[in-house]
């Protein structure tokens, strides 16, 4: 038995040697051409402005806290957006993927290196955890690299490599966690299903949500599968959850305070499957099309190797071989067939299919156990890989009956038939009685490399320029950390640096799109963020403000829309944006630097930012507030500031009752080419993009010396049919251009995925007129089609003369702040009456204070914002933060490993037996 042990173990590791050698060669050849040409695997998108930057901040962090571990691990960021919480804003990315820490083995000159490295390692454990699983699942031999190769060269591996490189974990983690199952439901230890919980519920709460479900199914249909009894049922569900539950409890020091943040979090469920009963047409067709190539529709990713033609089919008719894998599969094709299965792994929000990495690895197995006896197979089951073929082959042709010969589409029909040829030709020979150890070495070796050269073409077709060319879309090698530091040409580095005694925010203008997470590099206080996870509360803010360039993921960003009085409150002392963005810059912002050359940045300084924390007596009840409209929202924040009259004693404070001076503006309307655009019956109808409405204001002095908005109330649109099964695009750009300045808000497709909100309102601000210039403003929708539009409304908000003043009383005011840190502010204030300390602090229950010593509860002022109620008299007052339920998430993480350690001791022991 020993003998036969030993030689089981050296055939594994000739096998895991050999796989180690053909992924070399593989990643050489489809990312090679990478490293010729120089291109990176940073997406210039997200990857650019999410991934590769986070990453690097985050090792940062942790090669800091390693450095001076006395000054304890950072859990408040000023730079991330308007500050933020470390754990919460980085969980979804960084904090909770082991391949991260393996970060900190390289020097911070090294990061991009590393970033790319990690890269290739989280691949080639996808393999590794192929083979681990499919050996479980009586996979051997030759069989765990033709599995292998479909499975971790799967189109899901290839999009996320260079677009969201952390979707690459669930598909490491998937095959662990089926493997953990496999050995509760063989009476095995089930140490592994908990420990792998515990890492996926660590490393991102989303894909460990769909994992959850997705290990559910696979138990279910594998607990029959091997004829257990319904009575054992219970049995086997509890031991499964309370292993499960180990783990949860073992990730909660990550897990509850990232969870907390989500469901704070700026993010909508939206309407449930995006209100569809079934998909567009186009999407059927993509499902069916996209089988066997790189390209997706709604995250249904599919593209796998041609092999896989000739085992779906063979499944069914080969049922006792492949187990419950044929049933399984139809389940999950039933389920992308509606969106309301898509809408619920997807978290009951939009309906995208970020879970189908379950189908390769089911795919994966059947073609392991396929290559496994690929000498066996008899003609009937040659007949049916042949229905296979023509079927799929069907489907790859009639695209390009339509639009033209394809490759992509028709090599993985060639790989196919080079299978199918291989095995039918040793069908012959073995009848023939002329088979031999090299016909089995040849043809065996024939079906490996054309599954390897398929996936390789498949994935050089996705990124090479003879093909879809997703590499023109990634940045240089080499260059991000060079584009993070010259963003701003570098005329940040004139403004000073914050201090206690200076605490203010860097902004930015609405033409200022591309900036993201910039400030974290350039480590500033800034006020954009573009992450997954974000503030609610200051979400709140914007929305009150119905500040034009709000997004669900990005709340504050593009400068306000360069909303004067919000820039203020916010602190927002200097503004760096592109020379020619000027005219854009808030009225009373200064140019104090200029950077030469045709590309060249400003640098536009106030006096008339607010203090970071200042004193305010003057209060109106949330209720009240939301009465207002959006311009009188903004100016009524320069007298007082807002809050829930069930969380303050607002009869100790005095209540606003002075007069707003925002006006509304009359306006005539008409079209500047009834061909193009006609405007009736509150519809706009578009028949040409360019297409204008002209706005002409009736009496210039009504904007004299004013900040003009437009609001268009009561928006819907419905696309110009395009005639044919494509699924017309419902987003559009609306714009409004007044006196050289246009602005232009958003209006998302339905089916984009983290962006969608039906903006039935939108307000322009066209910023501050003289009134001396023209009185027409044009009103342009780009779309053809039809939009309902159900009242527009010009507001002109005067220019305060009494706003110096204002400014003055809240600096006299202010907390005179002697410490100023990431997760810790003191100061000292004196009032001859109540008031309360209005901060420009965004809301978390994190933040705690006292004042005098005594604990005080904050409260939430301004809809986003901390505020701390002040008694008259001189006030000694502390911030302190601390991520929400970080110590309960410490403490059940404790209990966890204490509960996985005594069973690890329980089966060492039963185990010596």
């Not at 594994?12 to 593989?26: A, E, G, K, N, P």
Request: proline content about 4%; charged content about 20%; some cysteine.
């Amino acid at each position: 038995m020993e003998q036969i042990e030993r030689s089981k173990q050296k055939n594994t590791s000739r096998y895991f040697l050999w796989y180690s050698l053909l992924f070399i060669v593989t990643i050489v050849l489809i990312y090679g051409y990478f490293v010729v040409s120089g291109t990176s695997f940073i997406w210039e998108s997200d990857g650019f402005t999410q991934h590769y930057l986070l990453f690097k901040d985050y090792v940062g962090m942790w090669q800091e806290f390693l450095q001076h571990p006395s000054a304890g691990f950072q859990n408040w960021d000023w730079t991330i957006g308007l500050g933020a919480d470390v754990i919460i804003s980085y969980g979804y990315y960084v904090v909770g993927d082991p391949f991260v820490y393996l970060g900190l083995l390289f020097p911070p000159s090294m990061m991009e290196f590393a970033f790319h490295f990690l890269i290739i390692l989280r691949i080639y454990c996808i393999g590794l955890a192929f083979i681990f699983y499919a050996r479980k699942m009586g996979v051997q031999g030759s069989g765990l690299l033709a599995g292998a190769f479909v499975y971790t060269f799967a189109h899901y591996v290839t999009l996320n490599a260079t677009r969201h490189p952390f979707f690459l974990m669930p598909m490491l983690f998937l095959p662990l966690m089926c493997l953990g199952v496999e050995k509760i439901l063989r009476n095995e230890s089930a140490l592994l299903f908990a420990a792998v919980v515990f890492i996926s519920a660590t490393s991102n709460f989303y894909f460990f949500y769909k994992l959850t479900v997705l290990i559910f199914i696979y138990a279910i249909f594998r607990y029959f599968e091997l004829g257990k009894s319904i009575k054992q049922l219970g049995q086997y569900f509890w031991k499964t959850l309370s292993y499960y539950l180990i783990g949860v409890c073992m990730s909660a020091v990550v897990l509850f305070p990232v969870i907390w943040g989500f469901l704070q979090s700026s993010r909508e469920p939206g309407e449930f499957g995006s209100g569809m009963k079934l998909y567009p047409l186009q999407y059927y067709v993509s499902l069916f099309a996209n089988v066997f190539i790189s390209e997706s529709y709604l995250w249904t990713v599919l593209g796998f190797a041609g092999i896989v033609m000739l085992v779906i089919p063979l499944m069914f008719v080969r049922r006792k071989i492949f187990g419950a894998i044929p049933f399984m599969l139809s389940l999950f094709f039933v389920m992308l067939l509606f969106p309301i299965f898509g809408s619920i792994m997807n978290g009951f929000s939009g309906p995208y299919n970020r879970w189908t990495f379950v189908i390769p690895l089911l795919l994966g197995i059947a073609v392991a156990r396929f290559y496994q006896r690929r000498f066996e197979w008899t003609k009937k089951d040659r007949k049916a890989m042949v229905v296979g073929v023509v079927f799929f082959g069907i489907i790859a042709f009639i695209p390009q009956i339509i639009v033209g010969f394809s490759l992509a589409r028709t090599l993985p029909l060639v790989a196919a038939l080079i299978v199918l040829g291989a095995i039918t030709l040793a069908a012959k020979v073995r009848e023939n009685e002329k088979w031999s150890p090299t016909w089995n070495k040849v043809a065996s070796a024939v079906i490996l490399l054309s599954i390897i050269g398929n996936v390789v073409y498949n994935a050089q077709e996705y990124y090479y320029p003879f093909g879809q060319n997703k590499m023109a879309a990634l940045l240089p090698y080499g260059t991000a950390d060079a584009q993070y530091e010259q963003v701003f040409d570098g005329v940040e580095e004139q403004i000073p640096p914050v201090s206690e005694e200076d605490i203010f925010r860097i902004g930015l203008t609405a033409k200022d799109n591309h900036i993201r997470n910039h400030m974290i590099y350039l480590e500033r206080m800034g006020m954009t963020s573009y992450l997954s996870i974000t503030n609610g509360s200051v979400a709140q803010f914007s929305r009150q403000l119905e500040i034009g360039s709000f997004q669900l993921i990005q709340p504050v960003r593009n400068g306000l829309d360069d909303r004067r009085i919000a820039n203020h409150l916010l602190g927002v002392q200097y503004i760096v944006t592109a020379v020619k963005n000027e005219q854009y810059l808030p009225y009373g912002y200064e140019v104090v630097y200029r950077s030469e050359g045709e590309n060249g940045h400003l640098v536009a300084e106030t006096e008339q930012a607010y203090p970071f924390a200042y004193a305010n007596s003057v209060v109106m009840d949330n209720a009240e507030f939301e009465l207002l409209n959006p311009v009188e929202k903004e100016e009524y924040l320069a007298e007082g500031f807002t809050a829930d009259a069930s969380e303050l004693e607002l009869d100790r404070l005095t209540s606003f009752e002075g007069e707003l001076a925002t006006k509304k503006v009359e306006y005539t309307i008409r079209s500047e080419d009834k061909e193009k655009v006609t405007i009736e019956d509150e519809q706009v109808v578009v028949q040409d993009s360019d297409g204008k409405l002209l706005i002409e204001i009736e009496d210039v002095a009504e904007i004299q010396n004013t900040e003009v908005y437009v609001q268009l109330e009561g928006l819907d649109f419905e696309p110009k049919s395009n005639q044919t099964f494509k699924r017309e695009n419902t987003g559009f750009n609306t714009t409004v251009t007044f006196n050289g300045r246009n602005k232009i808000i958003h209006q998302s497709d339905k089916l984009s995925f983290s962006s969608y909100i039906h903006r039935k309102k939108m307000l322009f601000n066209l910023g501050y007129q003289t009134g001396e210039d023209s009185n027409t403003l044009t009103l342009q929708f780009e779309k053809l089609g039809t939009y309902d539009l159900k009242n527009i409304t010009i507001y002109a908000l005067p220019i305060d003369e009494n706003y110096d003043e204002k400014v003055a009383e809240k600096r006299e005011n202010q907390l005179n702040v002697t410490v100023f840190e990431n997760e810790y502010i003191a100061g000292s204030i004196t009032q001859e009456k109540d008031t309360v300390l209005v901060t420009s602090i965004p809301y978390s229950i994190g933040w705690s204070a006292t004042v005098n010593g005594e604990e005080v509860e904050p409260v939430k002022v301004n809809y986003g914002f901390i505020g701390i109620p002040l008694e008259a008299g001189e006030s000694q007052v502390e911030f302190i933060y601390q991520t929400p339920f970080l110590k309960l998430g410490m403490t059940v993480s404790v209990i966890g490993f204490v509960l996985y350690g005594f069973e690890w001791l329980r089966w060492r022991k039963k185990k010596r037996m």
